[in-house]
């Protein structure tokens, strides 16, 4: 009984959701250490990543309309309206291009 309680609280909490997103998102560049070379070129597939970006997008809202309509609004921005190569590109993103970045001030000598 009370296990039930546990669980049912953790499941709808949002605090949980919003740290299990966390250490997902900071966690992520470890996994992939583990993983073989030849797994390195299925996750390279176009298909693949854009399912990825819906896994990711269900977790977080857990509501599979919400996430797709968020996947679609991240193709759309990533491979259009942000895409510096597209000609559906914002053009304050086409004029910051090729811009150089501004030096770094040189560190303090360290003891």
């Known amino acids: 009984m009370q296990y039930e309680n546990f669980a049912e609280v953790f499941n709808s ?4 959701s ?23 070129s299925f996750f390279a ?9 819906l896994c990711i997008a269900f ?3 857990r509501n599979i309309k919400i996430a ?3 996947s679609l609004l991240f193709i759309l921005f990533s491979r259009f309206l942000m895409n510096e190569k597209s000609k ?10 090729g ?4 030096e770094k001030s040189p ?4 003891q």
């Open 18 to 40: 919003g740290c299990v997103m966390l250490m997902m998102n900071i966690g992520s560049k470890y996994v992939i250490m583990d993983v073989p070379n030849g797994m390195n």
């Open 13 to 16: 909490s949002p605090f949980v």
């Open 45 to 53: 597939h176009p298909w693949i990543r854009k399912l990825t970006i």
């Open 99 to 102: 811009i150089p970045q501004p």
């Open 59 to 61: 977790i977080a809202t």
């Open 68 to 70: 797709l309509l968020i």
């Open 88 to 97: 559906c590109c914002i053009p304050f993103i086409k004029k910051s291009v």
């Open 107 to 110: 560190s303090i000598n360290k």
